[in-house]
């Protein structure tokens, strides 16, 4: 095996996998249309939720006729990071933007993260299931103390409040904290009735299956549900699996999330009690995670206090750090998240210190060619001493023609003479690999990088190149790196060697700006090592 052909296959093999998770986007993922949910993105109302077998959740009566009764009243939120809506038919977060983050570079529109009209709904519900007679579900009638509130502190409540006949008192309060997407939710029971009273809590997420516009088509990102238990650790449940079967799985603790390409949301309930996590899909294309806790009693004259936590943002990985365990998790880096995850920390470090995201992605570069540097050195002194003994390899081709089996052992001959391993370029290049492909998930799902200038007309990092000139260079360093190797003996493959440098210099055309640095930096730094190694190896001064 040569080292050309090694090179080939990997390439071949990786623009196929992103060919495949294009194919995937475009023709597997079902795609939700606007005729395909109600106008309110609700669905059936009996459906949405969470039910446990025989000791089923419904919504009763008295909360159906409410809001055949009652239309809501729209709480306005603005803080320094959000715009949101809060409707107190339900006392849900409807509407919310992220007021930080615009939808494209230079253009004043937030992204729009939650949303329950149109063909995107994206919403987060919660409420109390009361074992007996009505209770403030996400489709009950709240009443708010006003209807718009601004930030002006450190700190932000807002509050809603439900009753019922019998004397029961449910406050929950929506706590806002000042540069933070963590939004904590305190549910107050206060039960001035002369019976106890048995309610449930629930948390879950509502979405269909809509896809965020991508940088490009072969670019493939998950989009779908998250659970997270202490058993289990992270499970990813796509929409498909949704729909397949729901999910019943109890867990102390954990949360469940829907995310998507930058973004995400999530419910974090009280880490120390007991929860069963459900996933649904219900009518219209709607997809439901949630998790809902044991019964619990308050007694007639007590008061009771629930506590939960709500991310919606961006998938900052210090605020999921600090947010809830396992949370940054919500960042999807794939199988390799083990080395993804200190690549970060290194991009990181290298911003803090120079406050460019293109210059840290230079410096991290530099990093992985030195950790890699010895590595990398055995197999480049195995590629460039296979040049060297390149003219005799074509002599014996032609010596003995189409007798492979003759051609073969005068080749093994020569590589045992020469003291040459054909296989000594291919392993460290192969050991490699995980570590490359890891760089590439973290500079593709890290939010931090997201429309990042670097310099000149590179003023997006996540975006193509406008002008393709990051991916000609690219196509140009590709090509000086290929003259250091040696050309393959089978002219059909030399062929197809001359077309990589076109065909990815083609491909990357469509590719972050941010990747394509990284590799004309890593292509520079090799043929600066090849280099070195060669001209020693032919001036005699580093011996095989």
Request: hydrophobic share 40%.
């Amino acid at each position: 095996m040569d080292n050309q052909r090694t090179l080939l296959i990997v390439a071949l093999a990786f623009v196929s996998i992103l060919i495949w998770q294009a194919w995937q986007t475009d023709y597997v993922l079902p795609q939700a249309t606007a005729e395909a949910v109600s106008q309110n993105g609700q669905g059936n109302l009996a459906q949405d939720v969470p039910s446990a077998g025989n000791d089923e959740l419904r919504v009763t009566e008295g909360g159906k006729s409410t809001l055949k009764a009652a239309l809501g009243e729209v709480v306005s939120v603005t803080t320094d990071v959000y715009k949101l809506q809060i409707n107190t038919l339900g006392g849900g977060i409807d509407q919310l933007q992220l007021s930080e983050y615009p939808e494209e570079k230079g253009i004043d529109v937030p992204v729009q993260l939650l949303n329950d009209n149109g063909s995107k709904i994206f919403v987060v519900e919660s409420g109390l299931i009361a074992t007996e007679g009505d209770s403030p579900n996400h489709h009950a009638l709240w009443q708010a103390e006003r209807t718009s509130y601004v930030l002006s502190d450190e700190q932000l409540r807002v509050p809603l409040t439900w009753t019922n006949s019998q004397g029961i008192t449910v406050r929950k309060t929506y706590v806002f904290s000042k540069g933070s997407y963590r939004v904590d939710v305190e549910t107050q029971i206060v039960n001035n009735s002369t019976a106890d009273w048995s309610v449930r809590e629930y948390l879950q997420i509502k979405r269909n299956n809509y896809t965020e516009k991508q940088a490009n088509s072969f670019i493939y990102t998950y989009t779908g549900g998250i659970l997270y238990t202490e058993e289990d650790k992270y499970q990813k449940i796509d929409f498909d699996d949704m729909q397949d079967e729901n999910l019943s799985q109890k867990s102390i603790g954990g949360w469940a999330a829907m995310i998507q390409h930058y973004f995400g949301v999530a419910w974090v309930p009280n880490k120390d009690n007991q929860y069963n996590y459900y996933t649904k899909s219900l009518d219209g294309g709607l997809y439901v995670i949630g998790t809902y806790s044991a019964n619990k009693t308050v007694s007639a004259g007590d008061s009771k206090t629930i506590n939960a936590v709500l991310f919606a943002g961006p998938k900052l990985h210090e605020q999921l750090k600090t947010t809830a365990t396992g949370l940054e998790l919500m960042v999807d880096y794939g199988q390799l998240t083990i080395i993804a995850e200190p690549i970060f920390w290194l991009l990181s470090f290298f911003y803090d210190l120079v406050g460019n995201w293109g210059v840290a992605i230079i410096m991290v570069t530099f990093s992985i060619k030195a950790l890699f540097y010895k590595l990398s050195e055995k197999s480049y002194k195995s590629m460039a001493n296979m040049k060297l003994v390149q003219p005799r390899i074509v002599a014996l081709k032609e010596r003995f023609g189409d007798d492979k089996q003759k051609l073969n052992q005068a080749m093994m001959e020569l590589y045992k003479t020469e003291k040459i391993n054909p296989l000594g370029g291919c392993f460290p290049m192969l050991i490699q690999i995980p570590v490359f492909i890891s760089l590439y998930w973290t500079l593709l799902e890290s939010v931090e990088l997201r429309q990042a200038p670097f310099m000149l007309w590179m003023d997006n990092l996540s975006s193509a190149d406008p002008y393709f000139i990051l991916p000609v260079i690219y196509g140009i360093t590709m090509f000086f790196q290929q003259r250091l190797n040696p050309a393959p003996v089978d002219p059909m493959q030399k062929k197809m060697m001359q077309l990589l440098p076109i065909m990815f210099t083609g491909f990357f055309a469509f590719f972050p700006s941010g990747l394509v640095l990284y590799w004309i930096v890593n292509n520079i730094l090799t043929i600066a090592q090849q280099t070195f190694i060669m001209k020693r190896l032919e001036s005699g001064e580093d011996k095989k």
